[in-house]
T-cell receptor, first 112, second 112 residues
Framework: DGGITQSPKYLFRKEGQNVTLSCEQNLNHDAMYWYRQDPGQGLRLIYYSQIVNDFQKGDIAEGYSVSREKKESFPLTVTSAQKNPTAFYLC???????????FGPGTRLTVT | DQQVKQNSPSLSVQEGRISILNCDYTNSMFDYFLWYKKYPAEGPTFLISISSIKDKNEDGRFTVFLNKSAKHLSLHIVPSQPGDSAVYFCAAPLNTGNQFYFGTGTSLTVIP
C-alpha cells in the first residue's frame, strides 16, 4: 500500500541535542512538507520541498534543517538552536503544491 | 488506513452560492474535528472545529455539521467568495493530540 510514514511516533531528547525526524513516502510525490502542531494552534509550515535537492523555508524554519537527497525521503533535523522544540511534527506529501496532501501519522517530540 | 476521508478532490462553486465540503471518518473514538484551509506554498490554517457533543458549530460564513451516527461531517460556506478558493482539510486528533488524522483535502474553486 502507498503511504507516508514517520518514525518514531514518540521521541524524547535532552535539551542541547540535535534530533532527526524521519519521513518517507512511496507515493511517488514530488512535493514534501514539514509542519509543526502546537496546542491551540493550526499547523505551521517549517520547510517544504518541491523537488529533489531543493527546499524552501516555511513560516518557522529557524532552528530546523532538512535535506532532500531522494524523492522518497525528507528528514527534518531539530537543532539545539530551536528554542521551543517540544511539539507534534507532521510530514506531508503531494503531487504538486496546489493539490491534495497526504499526511503522515506524526512524531511527538519532547525535549527536557 | 485512511481513517478520515474526503472523497471529493475538487469542487467548483459560483460566487455567492453555498459550498459544501464533506468528510467521513471510520474511528468512533474521534471526539473532536477540525477544518483547515490551505493556500499554495503556505501551511494550512485552522478554520473551524466541532466537538462530538455538538452537532453544529457556526462561525460567520462557516458552519460545520456533525452526524455521529453516520460518521460524517460537512463544512458549509455561505455565501462563497473568490478568496475562499483553497484546499480544505478535515482532521481529527486521537489520544489528546498525540496523533492526528487528516483527510487528503478538497480543492475549492469559487468562480467570480
Amino acid at each position: 500500500d502507498g503511504g507516508i510514514t514517520q518514525s518514531p511516533k514518540y521521541l524524547f531528547r535532552k535539551e542541547g541535542q540535535n534530533v532527526t525526524l524521519s519521513c518517507e513516502q512511496n507515493l511517488n510525490h514530488d512535493a514534501m512538507y514539514w509542519y509543526r502542531q502546537d496546542p491551540g494552534q493550526g499547523l505551521r509550515l517549517i520547510y517544504y520541498s518541491q523537488i529533489v535537492n531543493d527546499f524552501q523555508k516555511g513560516d518557522i524554519a529557524e532552528g530546523y534543517s532538512v535535506s532532500r537527497e531522494k524523492k522518497e525521503s525528507f528528514p527534518l533535523t531539530v537543532t539545539s538552536a530551536q528554542k521551543n522544540p517540544t511539539a507534534f511534527y507532521l510530514c506531508a506529501s503531494s503531487i504538486q503544491d496546489s493539490g491534495e496532501q497526504y499526511f503522515g501519522p506524526g512524531t511527538r517530540l519532547t525535549v527536557t | 488506513d485512511q481513517q478520515v476521508k474526503q472523497n471529493s478532490p475538487s469542487l467548483s462553486v459560483q460566487e455567492g452560492r453555498i459550498s459544501i465540503l464533506n468528510c467521513d471518518y471510520t474511528n468512533s473514538m474521534f471526539d473532536y474535528f477540525l477544518w483547515y484551509k490551505k493556500y499554495p506554498a503556505e501551511g494550512p490554517t485552522f478554520l473551524i472545529s466541532i466537538s462530538s457533543i455538538k452537532d453544529k458549530n457556526e462561525d460567520g460564513r462557516f458552519t460545520v455539521f456533525l452526524n455521529k451516527s453516520a460518521k460524517h461531517l460537512s463544512l458549509h460556506i455561505v455565501p462563497s467568495q473568490p478568496g475562499d478558493s483553497a484546499v480544505y482539510f478535515c482532521a481529527a486528533p486521537l489520544n489528546t493530540g498525540n496523533q492526528f488524522y487528516f483527510g487528503t483535502g478538497t480543492s475549492l474553486t469559487v468562480i467570480p
